[in-house]
C-alpha cells in the first residue's frame, strides 16, 4: 500500500510540472485508469495545457511522418517487385506495346479522313519516347519522316524557349526541329491545373505519307480485339 501511495504522490508532482499521461506511465507503472483516478483533480495551468497541446501535435506528426515513410517504403518495394517482372521485352512484345499506345492515344482513320497520317499525341515524355523507339525499331520510319509538334495553352507564350528545351531534352531530338508551335485558346474561366511554371503542353509526333501505316495499325489492333473475343 505504502508502494501505491509513493507512486500516487509521485504522479501527482509530475503532474502539476506539465507532464502528459504517457510521460507519467514511463516513470509510474500503472494502469491508465489508476492514473486518471490520481489526477482527475490535479489542475494545469494556462501555460502547461498549451505546452501539452503542443507535444500532444508533435507527436502526432511524428507519428505521420512514421506512417508517410512506411507508405513510401511500401509503394517503393511494391515497384521495385513490379519492374523486376517485366525482365526482358520481345521484338513482338514491343510491336504489340506500341500498337496500344497509338491505339489509346493515336489519330485514327475516319470517313471523313480515310487518308489519315500517324499522329501521336501525349503529355508524358516516357509515352512519347516509348512511342518513338516502336517507330524507328519496329515501324522503320526514317528519321526525315518524324515531325514534331507542340500544343500548349496562349497564356504560356511567354515560357516558349523554356517548352521547347524541355521537349528538346526530353526526347533527345535538335530543338531546331521543335518550330512548329500550336496555342489553345484559353477559355476566360478555367480550374485547370496545369498552367504553371511547370506545364511543358503536349507533343505531336507526326510521321509523314504515313496513311498505309496508319491503317497497318489499324488492323493490327482489330486482329488483338479478334483475339481477345472483343468485337
Not at 485547370?192 to 511554371?197: A, F, L, P, Y
Request: charged share 35%; hydrophobic share 40%.
Amino acid at each position: 500500500m505504502a508502494i501505491k501511495e509513493s507512486e500516487k504522490t509521485k504522479a501527482i508532482e509530475l503532474r502539476k510540472k506539465g507532464f502528459s499521461y504517457v510521460e507519467i506511465l514511463k516513470s509510474v507503472p500503472v494502469a491508465k485508469s489508476t492514473l486518471s483516478l490520481w489526477l482527475r483533480s490535479v489542475g494545469l495551468s494556462k501555460k502547461q495545457k498549451q505546452k501539452l497541446t503542443e507535444k500532444k501535435l508533435a507527436s502526432m506528426e511524428r507519428g505521420w511522418l512514421k506512417w508517410k515513410q512506411k507508405r513510401v517504403d511500401f509503394v517503393e518495394k511494391t515497384k521495385a517487385q513490379a519492374r523486376a517482372d517485366v525482365k526482358n521485352i520481345s521484338a513482338r512484345e514491343l510491336w504489340l506495346i506500341g500498337v496500344a499506345l497509338y491505339w489509346a492515344e493515336g489519330a485514327k482513320e475516319k470517313e471523313k479522313s480515310v487518308s489519315q497520317q500517324v499522329n501521336f499525341n501525349n503529355s508524358d515524355p516516357l509515352m512519347a519516347n516509348l512511342f518513338l523507339r516502336w517507330l524507328r525499331e519496329v515501324a522503320k520510319v526514317n528519321e526525315e519522316d518524324l515531325v514534331y509538334e507542340i500544343y500548349i495553352h496562349e497564356n504560356s507564350k511567354n515560357n516558349l524557349d523554356k517548352v521547347k528545351k524541355y521537349w528538346a531534352e526530353k526526347l533527345k531530338i535538335g530543338i531546331n526541329k521543335l518550330d512548329r508551335v500550336y496555342f489553345k485558346r484559353n477559355k476566360i474561366k478555367t480550374n485547370r491545373k496545369n498552367i504553371s511554371d511547370n506545364y511543358f503542353g503536349l507533343v505531336r509526333i507526326r510521321v509523314r505519307k504515313s496513311s498505309t501505316l496508319n491503317r497497318k495499325i489499324t488492323g493490327w489492333v482489330e486482329g488483338i480485339t479478334n483475339y481477345c473475343g472483343i468485337v
